[in-house]
């Protein structure tokens, strides 16, 4: 159903994540230094749009000179663990989309773009990190995930994410053991470009799967046990790694 179409707003009007008005956005965005950031990056003024797809799919840019140089799909819902069926349905925010433009310097230089960038991103992730825990904890959800649509995607939310499979986090982890030398970028050209090959001489692929961040302590430790981590520090070990320089 269409947000317009919805009631539940005390005040009848709509609120991001059913939680936020467009001001404390705001708020929340210059708590977490984004904006401050921002203007260090010579972005100044800035300008918040919120768009509301339908009751779970909000969305919200910040934009300077028309230019879109944030953009962020979030829904807020229940979701099941498919590894853990005995746990109830569990609150989380779900970071649909994320990406940052810096159209002040699109290029990055010598070093080229990332596979799926138009222009060079911002290099504020630490500042969204803060920015989405404050979110989780607004919207009385237990953490949020994502789904990494390349590589260096997942490297980013690593700092604070996990996979959820612990074979993905194994094989996720495996590829930076092996790699490490070559660098985010060519890492992730690499694997777009089928040239990660494993022990048997396969080519590898990329392959988007969750990752879970939990605010909520027990919750944390329940997903992310000494199971998990054995089963990773297994897994690790059935994986080998080797990158073509040329396809």
Do not use: C
Request: charged share 30%; net charge positive; proline share 4%.
């Amino acid at each position: 159903d269409e947000l317009k179409g919805a009631t539940h707003f005390s005040d009848g009007k709509p609120r991001f994540l059913s939680t936020l008005t467009e001001a404390q956005l705001w708020q929340a965005l210059e708590k977490s230094q984004i904006i401050a950031e921002l203007k260090n990056r010579g972005y100044y003024p800035v300008k918040l749009e919120i768009e509301f797809l339908t009751e779970r799919d909000h969305r919200f840019y910040l934009l300077f000179n028309k230019e879109k140089i944030l953009h962020m799909r979030l829904r807020l819902s229940f979701f099941k663990l498919h590894r853990h069926p005995l746990m109830p349905a569990t609150r989380l925010l779900f970071i649909d989309w994320m990406q940052s433009r810096h159209v002040l310097k699109p290029d990055a230089g010598t070093r080229g773009l990332f596979p799926g960038q138009d222009v060079a991103g911002l290099g504020i992730f630490n500042r969204i990190d803060h920015f989405l825990r404050d979110l989780v904890v607004a919207t009385h959800a237990y953490g949020g995930f994502n789904i990494p649509e390349y590589f260096h995607d997942a490297l980013l939310f690593h700092r604070a994410f996990r996979f959820y499979d612990p074979a993905r986090e194994a094989f996720f982890r495996a590829l930076i053991r092996d790699l490490r030398p070559y660098g985010a970028r060519e890492i992730s050209r690499a694997l777009s470009d089928g040239r990660v090959r494993n022990k048997k001489g396969e080519a590898m692929e990329w392959h988007g799967s969750e990752m879970l961040i939990f605010t909520h302590r027990p919750y944390a430790e329940l997903i992310f046990d000494d199971r998990y981590h054995k089963d990773v520090e297994r897994k690790m070990r059935e994986f080998s790694f080797t990158l073509q320089t040329s396809a």
